[in-house]
C-alpha cells in the first residue's frame, strides 16, 4: 500500500486535515477563504482575516495552508494542483483530493434557493475531473445527494457510527474507497460518556438528567446518547438540565469534543469567539474523514 497524501480545499479549520493525520495520511497542502457579507454590496467577499485558515495552520505546521478563494481562478487552481500531485505521486505517495464546498444555500435549514449553493459543488466535481486524483471525497449536507449528478458515487454516513458523540448525518461523495463504520448503535458514544466530568453535574440528578434543546427537530435528549447535530449555533441551541434545574450552555471546548477534536486543538488563532463556533459548528468530524481515508482502496 502507497502513503496517501490528502490535498484539502474548502478546508475550514482542519477538520479533514485532522481526521486525515490520524488515520496515517499527510496533508502537503491546504485551501480556505473566509467570507462575509458586505454591508454595502450584501454579496459574500473575501476578508482580509482569515480565522478558519489561521486556525488550521496552527494545528498543522506541516501543512502549506493558503488563502485561495476557489473558483476566481480556475486554470491557476488546475495547474497547481497538477503540480503538487506529480510531485507527491514521484515520491510514491497516492493522491487524495478531499473538499468540503460550503453547503449554507443547500441546507434544509436554509431559506436561499438551493441552486445558489450548487457552483462551488460543480466547480470541485469539475476541479476532480481536471486533475484526476487517485481517489477524491466531498462532504456536504444531506440535502446534497439528490442535487449530485446521476453518476456521481455518494453514501450518507453518521458520524455516531465511527465513535463521534453525535448523530451528525452527512453525505460523502466520491470514489476509490469505503469508509467502514467502527461503532454500532449499541456502541455510540454519548454526550456522558464523551464529557464523563459532567457526572458531578449529575450527580445528584433525577432518574433522566436530559439536554434541553432549543430547535423545531429536538426537545429533549438523554445525555446518555450523541448530541444530534453541533453548529455554530449550538451554543444557543443546548442546554444541560441537571438536578437543579439551572440551565446552561455547552462550553466551547465541551463543543468541540462533541464534534470529535482532541482535547489539544487550538482554537485561539481564530481571535473572537463567534469565529470559533461557526469553524466547530461547519467542521468535518476528523473521525469520519480517518475513516475514509482508511477505506482507500488501492
Given at each position: 500500500?502507497?502513503?496517501?497524501?490528502?490535498?484539502?480545499?474548502y478546508?475550514?479549520?482542519?477538520?479533514?486535515a485532522?481526521g486525515?493525520?490520524?488515520?496515517g495520511?499527510?496533508?502537503?497542502?491546504?485551501?480556505?477563504?473566509?467570507?462575509e457579507?458586505?454591508?454595502?454590496?450584501?454579496r459574500?467577499?473575501?476578508?482580509?482575516?482569515?480565522?478558519?485558515?489561521?486556525?488550521?495552520?496552527?494545528?498543522?505546521?506541516?501543512?502549506?495552508?493558503?488563502?485561495?478563494?476557489?473558483?476566481?481562478?480556475?486554470?491557476?487552481?488546475?495547474?497547481?494542483?497538477?503540480?503538487?500531485?506529480e510531485?507527491?505521486?514521484?515520491?510514491?505517495?497516492?493522491?487524495?483530493?478531499?473538499?468540503?464546498?460550503p453547503?449554507?444555500?443547500?441546507?434544509?435549514a436554509?431559506?436561499?434557493?438551493?441552486?445558489?449553493?450548487?457552483?462551488?459543488i460543480?466547480?470541485?466535481?469539475?476541479?476532480?475531473?481536471?486533475?484526476?486524483?487517485?481517489?477524491?471525497?466531498?462532504?456536504?449536507?444531506v440535502?446534497?445527494?439528490?442535487?449530485l449528478?446521476?453518476?456521481?458515487?455518494?453514501?450518507?454516513?453518521?458520524?455516531?457510527?465511527?465513535g463521534?458523540p453525535?448523530?451528525?448525518?452527512?453525505?460523502?461523495?466520491?470514489?476509490?474507497?469505503?469508509?467502514?463504520?467502527t461503532?454500532?448503535?449499541?456502541?455510540?458514544?454519548?454526550?456522558?460518556?464523551?464529557?464523563?466530568?459532567?457526572?458531578s453535574e449529575?450527580?445528584?440528578?433525577?432518574p433522566?438528567?436530559?439536554?434541553?434543546?432549543?430547535?423545531?427537530?429536538?426537545?429533549h435528549?438523554?445525555?446518555?446518547?450523541?448530541y444530534?447535530?453541533?453548529?455554530?449555533?449550538?451554543?444557543?441551541q443546548?442546554?444541560?438540565k441537571?438536578?437543579?434545574?439551572?440551565?446552561?450552555?455547552?462550553?466551547?471546548?465541551?463543543?468541540?469534543?462533541?464534534?470529535?477534536?482532541p482535547?489539544?486543538?487550538?482554537?485561539?488563532?481564530?481571535?473572537?469567539?463567534?469565529?470559533?463556533?461557526?469553524?466547530?459548528?461547519?467542521?468535518?468530524?476528523?473521525?469520519?474523514?480517518?475513516?475514509?481515508?482508511?477505506?482507500?482502496?488501492?
Amino acid at each position: 500500500m502507497k502513503p496517501v497524501a490528502m490535498f484539502d480545499l474548502y478546508a475550514g479549520g482542519g477538520g479533514a486535515a485532522e481526521g486525515a493525520l490520524m488515520a496515517g495520511a499527510i496533508v502537503p497542502l491546504a485551501w480556505e477563504c473566509w467570507h462575509e457579507k458586505d454591508k454595502t454590496t450584501k454579496r459574500y467577499e473575501p476578508t482580509v482575516h482569515q480565522p478558519a485558515l489561521d486556525v488550521h495552520a496552527a494545528n498543522h505546521p506541516q501543512t502549506k495552508v493558503r488563502k485561495v478563494a476557489i473558483g476566481a481562478d480556475p486554470q491557476w487552481e488546475v495547474r497547481t494542483l497538477k503540480r503538487w500531485f506529480e510531485i507527491y505521486r514521484a515520491r510514491g505517495y497516492h493522491i487524495h483530493l478531499h473538499g468540503s464546498p460550503p453547503c449554507q444555500a443547500i441546507s434544509g435549514a436554509s431559506t436561499a434557493n438551493a441552486e445558489d449553493g450548487m457552483g462551488a459543488i460543480h466547480h470541485y466535481l469539475w476541479l476532480v475531473e481536471q486533475t484526476n486524483p487517485d481517489s477524491w471525497s466531498m462532504e456536504n449536507v444531506v440535502n446534497l445527494r439528490s442535487r449530485l449528478p446521476e453518476d456521481t458515487p455518494s453514501v450518507i454516513l453518521n458520524a455516531a457510527d465511527f465513535g463521534v458523540p453525535q448523530t451528525r448525518r452527512r453525505c460523502f461523495a466520491g470514489t476509490g474507497w469505503v469508509a467502514t463504520p467502527t461503532h454500532t448503535e449499541e456502541e455510540w458514544v454519548g454526550v456522558l460518556e464523551a464529557l464523563p466530568h459532567l457526572t458531578s453535574e449529575f450527580e445528584l440528578a433525577c432518574p433522566y438528567p436530559s439536554m434541553t434543546i432549543n430547535s423545531s427537530a429536538y426537545n429533549h435528549a438523554s445525555i446518555e446518547k450523541p448530541y444530534p447535530t453541533v453548529t455554530s449555533q449550538s451554543p444557543k441551541q443546548l442546554r444541560l438540565k441537571p438536578a437543579t434545574g439551572k440551565l446552561r450552555a455547552l462550553t466551547l471546548a465541551e463543543t468541540a469534543t462533541l464534534q470529535g477534536f482532541p482535547s489539544t486543538y487550538d482554537w485561539e488563532p481564530a481571535k473572537f469567539q463567534k469565529y470559533r463556533w461557526t469553524i466547530i459548528g461547519n467542521a468535518v468530524p476528523p473521525a469520519m474523514m480517518a475513516a475514509v481515508i482508511r477505506g482507500i482502496q488501492q
